[in-house]
């Protein structure tokens, strides 16, 4: 891989029990920019993600057993040297997935972060001393780690997704198993390499890489040894992998789709409002679950908001992620880029107005045009479902209680973003849109201090934050007796 500093990061095998396990079979991680392949990566399946559950279980005493101030010695270890490795990280990173390189050191930072606040936050997992009802009696409560964690991945942040989710188990004191992306390995088994140098010990993290994903997804839901299973990825498989884990009753978390609203109000800072929405809908090609869905606009400022929305989209450069300049990268796939064609043929043929783009770019197969769509309703199939590309579809409104209806009227309830200047509207909007997340005159809004998650079929608990050790602990209740003898 030319550029790489440190060739031990690019790994093709899979990381089981502090070891490099091979399989029969490869398949070939490709980069989605000119579908040129990157290298062919071990195939693992069943067989080895069992394996890699036994190491989890097997370690899971000796882990949980050090004290909250060794692991986060350990945790700490690991977040410096992703930092220090964040150019390689970013290089592979970009190859296999296609975000432009400083999106990738983005994400190489922002994944090291959860894994730098969580060995911190570890230490403060608190138990309580409740009044007793008699005097005879004492109730404690203390918290311990659920046990073993399974974890599956998607491919669009394939180290942050990754490191939120084993930076809270691990600081916990559970062990962990993940099956990334087949898409993309290179950036999770990377990571595997840096967490051996960092000291952490064999079985504590494990990461299985494969192309069977119903098989492997089926040991990861449903074996007995794990107590606790964490997915980040679509609604309808979410809901597959949810039924799965009930036939074992395991502690589920679930970050699913979303269709965040961008409500732009008539008092609002239009500029602000247009790069607050460039960055929420592009980046990552618009394919993070986080991303701007459906633009709403009060008609006062709608033209206004238009023109210089649509004159900051044409200053986007559509290219490989690792060219100069490059500020949009590739789709994931083929299909990727279908799917996107076909909400937008529809919609179209439904009445909206194609202002800019709307088309597979000359740049390659995988890659589509920045696009904005005007004239959109909200029951067109480009505002119905989730888009996971760069297209934008702007929506006009009259009223803040329309708006609101409008927003609130989808299956999901991941994130969500208005702009305004009023501050009883704002405290109106913020309590009225049904999602987990509101980004408030803000555009961004993920950090390892805020609990990230959804409500409603966007999914169930909370990633970072003081929260965020909540799904990978237990509560135990502690009742002593005859303390007045």
């Known amino acids: 891989m030319k550029g790489l500093v440190d060739k031990q990061l690019l790994k093709n095998f899979s990381y089981i029990n502090g070891s490099w396990h091979s399989s029969a079979t490869e398949f070939s991680v490709t980069n989605p920019a000119n579908g040129a392949e990157i290298i062919k990566v071990s195939n693992a399946g069943v067989v080895e993600t069992k394996l890699a559950v036994k190491a989890a279980k097997a370690a899971l005493a000796m882990w949980s057993a050090k004290s909250a101030n060794q692991r986060a010695t350990l945790l700490r270890n690991w977040f410096d040297l992703m930092m220090e490795n964040i150019d390689d990280l970013a290089l592979i990173l970009t190859l296999e997935q296609g975000k432009p390189l400083a999106e990738a050191k983005g994400e190489v930072a922002y994944g090291a972060s959860f894994i730098e606040w969580f060995a911190e936050e570890g230490k403060r ?56 992306a087949k898409q993309t390995p290179l950036s999770a088994l990377a990571m595997a390499e840096l967490a051996e140098r960092a000291g952490i010990p064999a079985g504590v993290f494990n990461v299985v890489v494969g192309e069977d994903a119903r098989g492997m997804g089926e040991v990861l839901t449903q074996h007995p040894d794990i107590a606790k299973f964490t997915f980040t990825g679509s609604t309808a498989v979410g809901k597959t992998l949810l039924s799965q884990c009930a036939t074992s009753v395991k502690k589920v978390s679930m970050e699913l789709g979303g269709n965040a609203p961008f409500i732009v109000f008539d008092d609002a800072d239009i500029d602000a409002a247009v790069q607050g929405a460039m960055a929420s809908k592009y980046r990552n090609a618009g394919q993070t679950c986080v991303c701007t869905n459906r633009i709403f606009v009060q008609q006062a400022v709608l033209a206004q908001f238009t023109e210089k929305f649509a004159q900051a989209v044409s200053e986007l450069t559509l290219g490989d992620g690792l060219v100069d300049g490059v500020t949009i990268g590739p789709m994931i796939s083929a299909q990727a880029v279908s799917d996107v064609e076909s909400l937008v043929s529809q919609s179209i043929a439904a009445g909206a107005t194609l202002i800019t783009g709307g088309k597979k770019d000359p740049a390659g197969e995988n890659f589509y045009q920045a696009t904005i769509l005007t004239n959109v309703t909200n029951d067109m199939p480009i505002a119905a479902n989730e888009i996971f590309g760069p297209v934008s579809p702007i929506i006009a409104f009259d009223t803040e209680a329309e708006v609101i209806a409008m927003a609130n009227d989808t299956e999901y309830g991941l994130a969500a973003y208005f702009y305004s200047r009023d501050i009883g509207r704002i405290w109106r909007v913020a309590e009225g849109l049904e999602f987990g997340m509101i980004g408030i005159n803000e555009g961004i809004i993920s950090n390892a201090a805020a609990p990230f998650g959804g409500v409603k079929q966007s999914g169930n608990g909370r990633e970072g934050s003081k929260y965020g050790l909540d799904d990978y602990l237990e509560i135990k209740y502690l009742c002593m007796g005859g303390l007045d003898k």
Do not use: H
Request: proline letters at 11%.
């Open 125 to 180: 997992v608190y138990g309580d001393i409740i009044p007793a009802p008699s005097n005879d009696k004492r109730i404690i409560v203390i918290k311990q780690p659920v046990g073993v964690v399974a974890s599956i991945t998607p491919w669009n942040f394939p180290n942050a997704m990754i490191a939120r989710k084993a930076a809270a188990a691990l600081a916990a004191g559970c062990t962990f198993v993940v099956r990334p």
